[in-house]
């Protein structure tokens, strides 16, 4: 990254000493939280209850012995990773269509209908529960199967937040790809199809990779649609953390060891992803 | 070019997309606003539905609660978007330039964007908590100040917005980065050379270039804190009293402890409205920006 | 003297018994059939219902109790009937929602739900509940000689309709005891000190001044020792406080029934919520938060179960659910073995007669039910498990898990008089006292103007608006939401 010359002088504010002491403190700052849900994790419950040592004197292990021992736990894991991947994949997919024809063709209403995607993720969830429900233990219903508490449920609901987050994404992302690139292969006598595959999707790819990540992240967290719509074998890891909220006291322990092991996955993609997140989000004009 | 050819080819590749949307986002929006104009609690002597019109959303009109909780839930966003709209920009300034352990700095910096929700608002509560958690203990230790988010009702909007900043600042900062690396560097040259100080330079030249971006991501943000939950909810549960209940809390409550769906129903579509209506300006002033060409 | 052969012989052989330990010990875990009742009968009669094979589904709360059913009953159930039973587990509103939604919508995905003893009425009206008692008595193959309606608890009326059939089976019952620190109560020192400023013995309290003394006390002796005088049940936000004022604190001030009376709660039409009895143990109760601990304002049932275990306060009302671990379990608690349980103080001795002839109550018998919704495809092979799990021979284990009695006879079995004296005498409390003590009021309307109350209740402890102010705005939100709920 070529960073002298006047924008890096009128651009960075600060450098030095200043600027170690600022990231070092904004690191504990977002590592303080962290740290404590590990340290919490280390506690039995008695010990979460006493008051608060920042030191991991002794470790309890009893945590994530239960968890990795919990069958249930196993499989609702896996249950995400399926649920979030194919998702991911699925929703990548079809933006990918969707935003090359909206912004190769010109096609009637198609500001409209762009603006109308992203509507499907402004309203607030609860009162779409019931519907969400009848639709999937009615509606959509063959013999023994049903949506409900299916992983094809989770994954088609899903498409519901991330495809407009998806199409809002890459939309910016091939926007930023000159007509012109297409205009030539076109000249060559490539087909649309072709133009896509071969020169649209390679200069997207990092765009492509933010999004799945972003995307598999939302997928994965999300709690309200897969503790309605599903019941035992559909159910995510998010749902097994709202379950150590008990009447008879909340299991912090337990609940944060099961939080780290379920946000392991997604902290794993970040570390190898970073790289692209910045390239990704400069529409591919900025490689690091 | 044949163009009505072609044009199918745009709609084909479209179509799946408006299909699983159409289907899983129409058919319930349907299906709430239809319930949204009956009166439903399925406690009620009377069972079932009983159709009212837009009773429910003249009631709503007056309902002094959900105004409430609406208007908490703008002021709210409102200081959450502001607030990580400025980190966010100072940071992404800071990370134009490479320095050691940038790159460290960066990847641990993002982490809290990928931890869920309800394991968000859980952590902060163990952090809040009176006689376990940490800040409660050391403020009091170091400070003698007394800090309860359960009985204060300032101290229960700091602890929502810091936990808020934690988790949504990096996305900010990431996406401000990218709009920032992405400003071409001949018109900036061309300035300084112009004898442009710094304050010019950013009002006339780095700020509206960026304009696009900071609109995005207030849209994002935006959208998100209208109708946010989960992590709320478990840190402060609503309280003390209703001073943190938000919109998405309160039809949460309305639909799944009263059992109203009526009500319910309508108090979602006005607020979806109200989202709309918002982002919708927000998105006029974005597309006015750009060029719109196509093949 | 053994030679090489024998030795690898004799390893192999060792191998293979401690392998078929292993696996013997792992499938016996499974094979629990013959510690819980008559499964012979029990798989006879799947057979001939043609229940054999088929998957029953259930949601409950994620509870000790509940998961015993998973940990425990199932799996027994499951091994002698060749039933399966998928039962969730989940968080109190998500239960809610599926069974009601379920229920409601009429689809058919629950064959056995939770019913909580005040959200039976609510049920009953709308007939979501399939009749337990006219479907064992219409089908002589469906009922099983180990399971006898007569020998549960009272409890079990709760879940009776008007002709006495019984539509949900008991699994789980507590009451809401006073609970005091026996060490604080029984050390000499703080006895003397407590005489000398008080000139009467140091005894939990009878009365509601006895109890602010003792409260006060204890908060001045604590002061730097992270001890208070007393629990509150007073989030706000949360129903949890509006349960703890209205089910427990307002009965022993001898104001019932939440101060409904045939669906009228201001005193203008004939109720009490406004009532100067209610107004001023209400005011008693919220000042009682001078003498708790901070996290008080935050505290639901589950919060004063672990402020109590922490060691946090002297006395308090505490569910029986939370008396047994925090009485018992060293991993959760810091006050094993220094608990005791007795009845709570009260406004005038009017209210323990009231409470002995029938007339009244003071204080909360908690519980819950399994019932079979009605539309449930599944209802007979669902009525064989809620026997199973209604057996005599099934409870002690269960008491012993869940700290939960719904049959008289479990009183005297061994197990359940371990904890008893490990408890101070929680499960002789139950049993003698019980009867003192009463569930929800039968309101359909229990929800609804459970919500509209709450929120006056929230103001007056976050203190915004008077006690006093409250009651009266409660009780004329409440009338009004009656009114328009048409009843």
Redesign the interface.
């Known amino acids: 990254m070529n960073t002298n010359s006047a924008q890096s002088r009128f651009t960075s504010i600060f450098s030095g000493v200043s600027r170690y002491a600022l990231w070092s403190l904004l690191t504990i700052f977002t590592l303080g939280p962290i740290y404590w849900m590990f340290v919490v994790s280390s506690r039995s419950p008695v010990e979460v209850y006493d008051k608060p040592n920042l030191v991991i004197d002794s470790f309890y292990t009893e945590n994530y012995a239960k968890v990795f021992q919990d069958r249930v736990v196993r499989n609702y894991m896996v249950n995400s990773l399926i649920v979030a991947t194919t998702n991911a994949i699925l929703v990548t997919v079809l933006a990918l269509f969707a935003t090359y024809a909206l912004t190769r063709w010109k096609l009637k209403g198609s500001d409209s209908i762009f603006f109308w995607t992203i509507t499907n993720r402004m309203a607030p969830p609860a009162a779409f529960i019931l519907p969400n429900f009848l639709i999937f233990t009615q509606v959509v219903k063959f013999d023994d199967f049903m949506l409900f508490d299916s992983k094809i449920g989770l994954i088609l609901i899903y498409c519901l937040f991330n495809l407009p987050f998806a199409i809002w994404l890459l939309k910016g992302m091939l926007e930023g790809i000159p007509l012109e690139l297409d205009e030539a292969a076109l000249v060559d006598r490539a087909s649309r199809m072709q133009v896509l595959f071969k020169i649209i999707v390679p200069l997207a790819a990092p765009g492509l990779a933010i999004t799945f990540i972003l995307t598999w992240v939302f997928a994965w967290n999300e709690y309200l649609l897969a503790a309605s719509l599903s019941s035992s074998s559909a159910r995510t890891i998010t749902t097994r953390l709202a379950e150590y909220v008990t009447t008879t006291g909340t299991n912090y322990g337990e609940l944060a060891a099961v939080a780290i092991i379920a946000t392991l996955p997604a902290i794993i993609f970040l570390t190898f992803i970073q790289k692209y997140i910045v390239t990704g989000l400069t529409f591919g004009a900025v490689k690091e | 070019m044949n163009k009505s050819h072609s044009n199918r080819l745009g709609w084909i590749l479209l179509s799946p997309s408006l299909l699983i949307l159409g289907i899983a986002g129409l058919a319930p929006f349907f299906y709430v606003i239809y319930v949204g104009t009956h009166s439903w609690n399925v406690f009620s002597k009377e069972r079932g539905k009983v159709f009212v019109g837009i009773q429910n959303y003249r009631d709503l009109v007056f309902d002094s609660a959900f105004l409430g909780t609406l208007s908490r839930t703008l002021l709210f966003s409102f200081l959450v978007v502001t607030i990580e709209l400025i980190l966010g920009f100072i940071l992404a300034l800071s990370l134009m330039k490479d320095f050691k352990a940038k790159t460290f700095f960066r990847t641990v910096y993002v982490l809290p964007v990928v931890v869920a929700p309800i394991a968000v608002g859980a952590t902060w509560r163990l952090m809040m908590a009176q006689g376990h958690g940490p800040i409660p203990f050391f403020l009091n230790k170091f400070f003698g100040w007394d800090f309860n988010t359960g009985a204060s009702t300032t101290q229960a909007w700091i602890a929502i917005l810091l936990m808020d900043i934690w988790h949504w600042t990096p996305f900010v900062t990431l996406t401000l980065l990218a709009g920032l690396l992405a400003i071409p560097k001949e018109p900036v040259e061309a300035a300084s050379v112009d004898g442009a100080n710094r304050f010019q330079m950013y009002r006339f030249l780095i700020l509206p270039m960026l304009l696009p971006v900071i609109l995005i991501t207030v849209f994002i943000r935006v959208m998100d804190s209208l109708r946010s939950m989960e992590d709320v909810y478990m840190l402060t549960n609503g309280g003390p009293g209703s001073s943190t209940t938000f919109v998405g809390l309160h039809i949460f409550r309305t639909v799944f402890a009263k059992q109203e769906y009526g009500y319910g129903s309508s108090m979602s579509l006005l607020v979806l409205y109200f989202t709309i209506v918002i982002c919708w300006l927000l998105f006029n002033a974005l597309t006015g920006k750009e060029s719109k060409r196509t093949v | 003297m053994l030679n090489i052969r024998n030795r690898r012989g004799l390893a192999l052989a060792s191998v293979v018994s401690s392998l078929a330990l292993v696996l013997s010990a792992c499938s016996s875990s499974s094979d629990s059939g013959s510690a819980s009742g008559d499964d012979a009968w029990f798989a006879e009669a799947a057979e001939k219902l043609e229940c054999k094979g088929k998957t029953l589904?259930g949601?409950t709360?994620?509870?000790?109790p509940g998961q015993y059913v998973k940990s425990d009953i199932i799996p027994a159930f499951e091994a002698a009937t060749g039933m399966k039973v998928?039962l969730?587990?989940?968080?109190?509103?998500?239960m809610?929602?599926?069974a009601?939604?379920?229920m409601?919508?009429k689809?058919g995905?629950y064959d056995f739900v939770y019913i909580e003893q005040d959200i039976i009425y609510?049920y009953l009206?709308?007939n979501y509940l399939a009749n337990i008692t006219q479907t064992i008595n219409e089908n002589a193959d469906l009922k099983a000689p180990s399971f006898d309606l007569g020998k549960f608890t009272s409890f079990i009326d709760n879940f009776k309709d008007a002709n006495g059939d019984v539509y949900g089976i008991p699994m789980e019952a507590f009451v809401k005891v006073y609970l005091y620190r026996t060490d604080l109560f029984n050390d000499p020192a703080i006895q003397e000190s407590f005489k000398a400023k008080y000139k009467r013995d140091l005894v939990p309290a009878k009365n509601y001044k006895e109890y602010k003394e003792i409260a006060e006390f204890f908060t001045e002796y604590g002061k730097g020792k992270?001890l208070w005088g007393t629990t509150v049940q007073a989030?706000?936000?949360?129903?949890a406080s509006f349960y703890e004022l209205f089910e427990s604190i307002l009965p022993t001030n001898g104001v019932y029934n939440w101060g409904i009376n045939n669906g009228k709660a201001t005193s203008a039409n004939g109720g009490s919520m406004d009532s100067k009895a209610a107004k001023d143990v209400f005011a008693f109760w919220v000042g009682l938060l001078k003498q708790a601990?901070?996290?008080?304002?935050?505290?639901t049932?589950?919060e004063v179960?672990?402020?109590f275990?922490?060691g946090?306060a002297a006395q308090g009302w505490v569910?029986g659910?939370?008396v047994a671990?925090i009485a018992t379990d060293?991993?959760?608690?810091?006050v094993v073995g220094k608990v005791g349980v007795t009845l709570p103080p009260l406004g005038n001795p009017q209210v323990l007669e009231d409470a002995k002839s029938g007339k009244g109550y003071l204080g909360y018998y908690d519980g819950g039910a399994f019932g079979v919704p009605a539309t449930s495809n599944n209802i007979n092979c669902s009525i064989l498990f809620q026997q199973y799990h209604g057996q005599e021979s099934v409870q002690a284990k269960w008491a012993a898990a869940g700290s939960r009695i719904v049959m008289e006879s479990t009183y005297s079995d061994p197990i359940v008089q371990e904890m008893d004296a490990k408890t101070n005498g929680y499960y002789t409390h139950m049993k003698e006292q019980g009867p003192l003590y009463r569930g929800a009021p039968p309101y359909?309307?229990?929800?609804?103007v459970r919500?509209v109350i709450a929120?006056f209740i929230?103001?007056a402890?976050?203190g915004?608006i008077s006690t006093s102010d409250a009651l009266d705005k409660a009780a004329k939100a409440a009338d009004a939401e009656m009114k328009?709920?048409?009843?």
């Open positions: 589904k949601v709360e994620n509870t000790p998928d969730e587990t989940t968080s109190w509103d998500e809610y929602s599926k009601i939604n379920d409601e919508a689809t995905i609510q009206k709308n992270d989030v706000t936000g949360h129903p601990p901070p996290e008080s304002k935050q505290s049932w589950t179960g672990t402020t275990a922490a946090r569910y659910e939370n671990w060293a991993s959760k608690s810091k359909p309307f229990h929800s609804a919500e929120p929230y103001d402890i976050a915004k328009k709920l048409g009843y």
